[in-house]
């Protein structure tokens, strides 16, 4: 058997199934739009109330949510990813009616089961047995339906032993456990869930998979709130991003997935500023500007994995200088090199560059590198000898994507080949 991973993209991922355009609604939500009041001055005791109650209050407002707009159909599995303040749990909240929006409308087709916060609810002086009928009843179950379901939740949160124990005595993994087995019980069409796949141990995290794909293959609609991409491509029929309350991507969630992580990386980066003024002691030029760009020569702080990484160093001389060479380190975040080059400035040679002049280069890379934030150290050399100037992380810049297997500092295209002889015999 021969597997060759070097004519195979690390980033393919496997065809996903469309989910049916024809099924019915189960959500619906039309130019949603939420705003807080952001008090700008704290009163934080009982007394200043007292001594001020007619004091002016000035408010700030912010805007979680502008005007988005989504279908989900019956039977999605359907994922909302951002940043944290980006708007997805204020949708959350508002799908599931904690919260009451500002404009626009949401539809809903179903009976509908919000799952915010596992264990929201529980009385922490009954045992769980008596939580599990009082949340039973509180989520639309008749008491005599959860007592039915008692057994199968204590037996797959694995919790027999301590059915009669009160909660309060409980730890926070048993009472996730808990929580999470309850959920799993509730006959509902819809199912409202923020972050709460990773729960237990890692037995516990596998019988909780296995339930999702349960309820996935039932039909369920489920609209989760992560920010586990993994989990997104695994579950989920489509995906959302959100950014600033607006609605970025809807569609493929591999391709949701990786502008998320464009967009969680993103960040300015900046040449040292001693260095940019020229002030660092015997520099005989000045670093003027330092950064990756695009292939449209745009500058960027994200690249995805397998994308060609293209830098860009500008700088200028403090005095006449007959030539100069520039050398760059690429290290990783923990300080190890990974790769050197350099090259004369000038066609092909070092020329002399007068007092005031300009010199740039341009760098192309092969970009093998495994995800994570890298650094590039910047040496020019004078062409006479020692160095013209040194700065280190001159800029730095994020990898994101790439294979999912392996780990390391490169992905190494690669080939392997394996026999097995049955008879034990060359």
Known sequence: MSVDNATASPTTVKPRTAPDASAPLAIKVEGLHKSFKIPTHRVDSFKERMVRPFAARDYRELHALNGISFEIRQGEFFGIVGRNGSGKSTLLKL??????ADEGRIQMAGRLAPFIELGVGFNAELSARENVVLNGVMMGLTPQETRDRLDAVIEFAELGEFVDLKLKNYSSGMLVRLAFSLMMEVDADILLIDE???????????????????????????????????????????????????IVHLGDPAEVGRRYLKLNFERGSEVDAQAQEGTSEGAQVRLLDAHVENAAGERIESLEHGEEIRIRVELEAKEDVDGLSVGFIIANADGVGVFEFGTPIGDGEAQPIPRGGRGEVTAKIANPLAPGRYFVHCG???????????????LDFIVFGGPKDGGGIVYLPNQTETTIDPGGQR
Request: hydrophobic share 45%; charged share 20%.
């Open 95 to 100: 799908l599931a009616s904690i919260y009451r």
């Open 196 to 246: 709460v796949l990773a729960v237990g141990d890692a037995a516990f995290q596998q019988k909780c998979a296995d339930a999702f794909r349960e309820m996935k293959a039932a039909g369920k609609t489920i609209v989760l709130v992560t920010h586990e991409m993994g989990t997104v491509e695994e579950y989920c029929d489509r995906a959302m991003l959100i950014s600033d309350g607006h």
């Open 380 to 394: 020019i050399n004078a062409l006479e000898g020692g160095i013209a100037l040194y700065v280190h992380n001159a």
